[in-house]
């Protein structure tokens, strides 16, 4: 059973910044197709995905997040990371690591960030961020 914890969440004033990681316990992991991700789920709203990779080395973004949030990956840390600058209001929400190996060959970040379901794949518990004016 693989397991996801994420850590690095926090209260954090607008226009700071704030990375989030993302510790996969499967050192296996990275040896078969793969798609890792960033979604965020604000108080009373639907989860929306914010940043995916996958193994292939593409990379997607959430369109109103671009030049804000980069995510990154250390392979030999079995480690997922987010990085959020210039945060402001909008981005007070939990976030939340995920990762799928898809049997589908066409499955790719892209996939994961538009059409990820909560109940496919593997969540983390999802680390708290907090953004004051």
């Known amino acids: 059973q693989v397991q996801l914890v994420e850590s690095g969440g926090g209260s954090v004033q607008v226009g700071g910044s704030l990375r989030l990681s993302c510790v996969v316990s499967d050192s296996g992991y990275k040896y078969s197709s793969y798609c890792m991700g960033w979604f965020r789920q604000a108080s009373g709203k639907e989860r929306e995905g914010v940043a995916t990779?996958?193994?292939?080395?593409?990379?997607r973004y959430a369109d109103s997040l671009k030049g804000r949030f980069t995510i990154s990956q250390d392979n030999a840390k079995n480690t997922l990371y987010l990085q959020m600058n210039s945060v402001n209001p909008e981005d007070t929400a939990m976030y939340y690591c995920?990762?799928?190996?898809?049997?589908?060959?066409?499955?790719?970040?892209?996939?994961?960030?538009?059409?990820?379901?909560?109940?496919?794949?593997?969540w983390g518990q999802g680390t708290q961020v907090t953004v004051s004016s």
């Open positions: 990779i996958d193994s292939d080395g593409m990379i």
């Open positions: 995920a990762a799928v190996w898809p049997i589908d060959p066409t499955v790719d970040a892209g996939t994961f960030l538009r059409a990820f379901r909560v109940d496919v794949g593997y």
